[in-house]
């Protein structure tokens, strides 16, 4: 998916706050806009939002001298998500199609997301969840998918989210798959780390690898060989959130996410709060 | 008052909106947002909100060869709130405080922007007016200020608000004063021109002037002498909208607005959408 031109002033919107995480010297927060209009001004639209977000946010980090913007807001989200879980796994367990709750729930925890401007309460979220429909429900194709795969990668979005991905993980575990779950191996915007897959248990069941690239949302032409390695040897690939769907979309994977923007929520014919679960493609 | 930071990606969205308005060629509207990014990029943002609007919106006219982006809107917004402008009236002298109402009204009329994010629905805060608490409530100044004034300047905000100034206009003129009524003489974005005060029938009751310098909201050293004369001379200066609260917030007159954005509310101490009558002043 290309970049819509409304998300240029969503990118400046973003880069305020995130220079505003990382420092109170306003100075700073001058710097950093007009650093970003200046590179904004010179780059080329014809890229994925995740490809222009990438250089955005080095130079955020470069202006502010902060590498983590995001880390008071991640160490939160996963307190948060942590606090919620027995409640989750209980949602999951009292279901009578688990998997399909764990979807919903691994879906709800996408809220926790600072990549848009949209804000959603987690708790009320994740409690609707099993009770709404999918806005896109590509489950059953899901389900038929994972019956006939052994290797299935799972690449990961934000913190905070990761706890409610380890009850899908837990799903695919019971069904004896060979989980590799991919994340960020350096900071970018709200995304999950390997240390926030640790803090959600995630390493003892499945192998944690980097995606590479520093891009919210993998680029496949900028991924690490081991990921890119993954990715391919899979029988299933599960993408979670919307900086994902925006650089795959045209992927024969599954995409699971809430739609937090406008123009998502238009792309994929949605409201925004939408549930989606979806199968991408050309 | 000076920008918020917060004021530049809402500028960004706000060019990108008068660009498509301008034109549906997608190539321009990019052509803008860089043009505006590399402006905004060397601006000093030491300025008033309309001081930094005014460029840009110069810019949007001339990437865009569209002088007036805003005419359809203008002329849908005065069109709406002709329709309403008998209810409203009839809601002005069914009341047993016709000033107030009508000062009630007016301010009712200022959601009808273009200059901020936020859309409201005219018919309702038309009707619910009245019986809605003012944010910030100066009412007895204004009263006692209108008492001992002879000459009155009137400072219009935006197309179809007009029609609702017209009533308090009317209140004015029913206690014999003298009203000047002050308005755009370029276009830029929904503000008010001649054409529209004369649309309002305001030339009928009021000697309409135009403010100069082609900023939203009036910069005084930017204005025309005629403007300037006219501002010193009055015993009373109403001023309408939050552009011209964002210019003029030091100076001792007159502001009715609804707040708009959640800076103005902070800076304001109300919730946005509150209808605002205060005297201003350092």
Same mark, same amino acid.
């Given at each position: 998916?290309?970049?819509?031109?409304?998300?240029?002033?969503?990118?400046?919107?973003?880069?305020?706050?995130?220079?505003?995480?990382?420092?109170?010297?306003?100075?700073?927060?001058?710097?950093?806009?007009?650093?970003?209009?200046?590179?904004?001004?010179?780059?080329?639209?014809?890229?994925?939002?995740?490809?222009?977000?990438?250089?955005?946010?080095? =130079? =955020?980090?470069?202006?502010?001298?902060?590498?983590?913007?995001?880390?008071?807001?991640?160490?939160?989200?996963?307190?948060?998500?942590?606090?919620?879980?027995?409640?989750?796994?209980?949602?999951?367990?009292?279901?009578?199609?688990?998997?399909?709750?764990?979807?919903?729930?691994?879906?709800?925890?996408? $809220?926790?997301?600072?990549?848009?401007?949209?804000?959603?309460?987690?708790?009320?979220?994740?409690?609707?969840?099993?009770?709404?429909?999918?806005? =896109?429900?590509?489950?059953?194709?899901?389900?038929?998918?994972?019956?006939?795969?052994?290797?299935?990668?799972?690449?990961?979005?934000?913190?905070?989210?990761?706890?409610?991905?380890?009850?899908?993980?837990? *799903?695919?575990?019971?069904?004896?798959?060979?989980?590799?779950?991919?994340?960020?191996?350096?900071?970018?915007?709200?995304?999950?780390?390997?240390?926030?897959?640790?803090?959600?248990?995630?390493? *003892?069941?499945?192998?944690?690898?980097?995606?590479?690239?520093?891009?919210?949302?993998?680029?496949?032409?900028?991924?690490?060989?081991?990921?890119?390695?993954?990715?391919?040897?899979?029988?299933?690939?599960?993408?979670?959130?919307?900086?994902?769907?925006?650089?795959?979309?045209?992927?024969?994977?599954?995409?699971?996410?809430?739609?937090?923007?406008?123009?998502?929520?238009?792309?994929?014919? $949605?409201? $925004?709060?939408?549930? =989606?679960?979806?199968?991408?493609?050309?």
């Amino acid at each position: 998916m290309k970049v819509f031109l409304d998300c240029i002033p969503c990118l400046l919107r973003q880069s305020l706050e995130a220079a505003r995480m990382a420092t109170d010297d306003e100075k700073k927060h001058t710097k950093v806009l007009k650093r970003v209009m200046a590179h904004l001004q010179n780059a080329s639209f014809d890229k994925t939002p995740p490809e222009l977000s990438k250089h955005v946010h080095e =130079i =955020i980090k470069a202006t502010t001298e902060c590498d983590d913007p995001y880390r008071t807001v991640k160490a939160r989200d996963n307190a948060l998500a942590m606090r919620l879980y027995s409640e989750a796994k209980r949602i999951v367990g009292s279901s009578s199609d688990p998997l399909r709750a764990a979807i919903k729930l691994a879906i709800a925890g996408n $809220v926790l997301d600072f990549g848009t401007p949209a804000r959603f309460d987690i708790e009320q979220t994740m409690r609707g969840a099993v009770k709404t429909d999918f806005g =896109i429900d590509d489950y059953e194709r899901f389900n038929s998918s994972l019956a006939g795969a052994k290797r299935v990668l799972y690449i990961a979005d934000n913190a905070g989210e990761v706890v409610f991905d380890r009850l899908l993980l837990d *799903q695919l575990r019971l069904k004896g798959k060979e989980i590799t779950y991919a994340v960020k191996d350096e900071p970018i915007i709200n995304d999950a780390l390997a240390e926030d897959a640790k803090f959600a248990g995630i390493d *003892q069941i499945a192998k944690v690898i980097p995606v590479g690239g520093g891009t919210p949302g993998v680029v496949l032409g900028l991924a690490s060989p081991e990921f890119i390695d993954r990715y391919h040897g899979a029988d299933m690939v599960i993408a979670k959130g919307q900086g994902n769907y925006e650089s795959l979309s045209d992927e024969p994977i599954f995409f699971l996410l809430i739609a937090k923007c406008d123009l998502i929520a238009k792309d994929l014919k $949605v409201k $925004v709060g939408d549930m =989606i679960l979806k199968f991408g493609g050309k």
